[in-house]
């Protein structure tokens, strides 16, 4: 395969950037996203100029690290997947694909495709935690949780972080990022210690970090890798608004 | 900062409070609907004369119209707080952006319906309310079979219904989302409660002016 693509390049976060075209040439369709731009950045690195730099860890859509806008998608066309886990032959030869940062003011380019999610960490440490006693292991019962209960703090708990619904939403929002994290634990007897406090702390950080609010468009549930459903935003509110009285 | 403003003033509590004042809006318009029926009742206006006056001079509906009119006014408001700061949250946009995607239309014109919503609201509130409320008018039943003898308003009001009902069809189920009742559960309710105030309610305001234009006779015939 062949393609056209049209990357952002950004020096540094005080550079302005710009849209820079190159061409892949020969691009198997069995290839990931990811090792399609490996390819260019050897062609990038022989030629003796500075490669594409995004970020990418495990490269099978377990760790969030990768994260890209491809033709206005957050991790490319399709959906559950990362970016790591888009193929190549989801697009044609001869395509011109458009690769972008995630965009948000709260996620500053650092260069290239490569984002500062901190934020993301920095709402975790406001209150993304049990603080839970050390010692002894307790048994394996002693803390009864019914099948359906674990399953939704599970669903919850498959967000890897990866910022594709700040992304992918119209205002910015980390909504869903948030309310995943939240849920994981409100649903769970071990997150009821801080359940008011974890809430109330997670969103005033969200805020303070400038993400934006939610327009319930849904955007952020059809681009997530995991499939993290918005019922959890609901949650994240009733959570909210009972951690008030 | 008090507890209470840091509470409305945070991203969740904005929405909340967008949410509860749309709500209040919605369940109005069940209300206006209910009194605009009563001019389909061929009695030259009388039954809609005595409820718009009744309207007019009772005491507890008259603080609740200025409560509408503040719910109103903080609606819009606080949308246009939203709207800024979530404008700022994307200080730069996409080169490509495929929002639509991945989200309803209805939801991406939200902004759009509701500054025709607005528009709209400026020319009704001209033309019924401002003649009832402040210009004397008692005979608010032939202002209306006036109206919609003319072609330009009935296609302008129907227009304007199928923005609100636009507005509504991501809105209201919206406000349930916001509020955290929308859960699998209560899903299919809330889209259903959802269609009787985008389309049902709509649909009623706009049978009025249709009836009007096309069955009844001249408001002069009419009201006696």
């Known amino acids: 395969m062949k393609l056209t693509l049209k990357v952002w390049r950004q020096k540094d976060a005080n550079d302005e950037g710009r849209f820079v075209e190159y061409t892949a040439k020969d691009i198997s369709p069995d290839m990931s996203f990811l090792e399609m731009l490996d390819i260019v950045n050897i062609d990038l690195v022989k030629k003796g100029e500075t490669p594409i730099v995004f970020d990418h860890d495990c490269r099978e859509g377990i760790c969030g690290s990768c994260g890209m806008m491809i033709n206005g998608r957050a991790h490319g066309p399709g959906r559950g997947i990362a970016t790591c886990q888009l193929h190549m032959r989801s697009f044609s030869d001869g395509d011109e694909i458009m690769i972008e940062p995630w965009r948000a003011a709260a996620f500053p380019v650092l260069k290239d495709l490569m984002v500062d999610r901190t934020a993301f960490d920095r709402i975790m440490r406001s209150g993304g935690y049990t603080s839970a006693k050390t010692g002894g292991i307790p048994d394996g019962n002693a803390i009864l949780v019914p099948k359906p209960v674990a399953d939704e703090a599970f669903d919850a708990a498959a967000c890897i972080g990866c910022g594709a619904c700040v992304a992918a939403c119209p205002n910015s929002s980390a909504m869903l990022f948030v309310a995943a994290k939240v849920s994981q634990l409100a649903v769970l007897p071990q997150g009821q210690a801080e359940r008011e406090t974890r809430v109330t702390r997670m969103v005033a950080q969200m805020d303070e970090e400038k993400f934006g609010s939610c327009s319930n468009t849904y955007a952020c549930e059809a681009e997530c890798p995991k499939g993290i459903s918005v019922t959890h935003i609901a949650r994240l509110n009733r959570e909210f608004i009972a951690a008030q009285f | ?224």
């Open chain 2, 1 to 224: 900062m008090n507890p209470f403003f840091s509470f409305i003033n945070s991203s969740v509590g904005k929405k909340l409070l967008m949410s509860l004042t749309g709500l209040f809006l919605s369940v109005f318009l069940v209300e206006h609907l209910a009194g605009n029926l009563l001019l389909l009742r061929s009695d030259g206006g009388q039954a809609f004369n005595d409820y718009a006056k009744f309207m007019g001079s009772n005491p507890i509906v008259r603080i609740l119209e200025v409560g509408l009119l503040g719910f109103i006014l903080l609606h819009i408001v606080n949308g246009i707080r939203l709207w800024l700061g979530n404008r700022a949250a994307r200080s730069k946009g996409y080169g490509t952006y495929r929002l639509d995607e991945n989200t309803t239309l209805q939801s991406r014109m939200m902004k759009l319906s509701a500054a025709l919503v607005l528009l709209f609201l400026v020319v009704h509130l001209r033309k019924f309310w401002v003649p009832a409320r402040f210009l004397g008018e008692h005979d608010i039943a032939s202002i209306v079979y006036y109206t919609f003898q003319q072609p330009f308003y009935v296609v302008f009001y129907l227009v304007a219904l199928f923005i609100v009902g636009y507005h509504l069809r991501h809105g209201f189920q919206s406000a349930f989302q916001t509020l955290g009742f929308r859960t699998k559960k209560y899903q299919m309710l809330i889209e259903f409660i959802a269609v009787l105030f985008w389309f049902v309610v709509p649909l009623g305001f706009a049978v009025i002016p249709i009836y009007i234009y096309f069955f009844a006779g001249s408001p002069v015939a009419l009201v006696q």
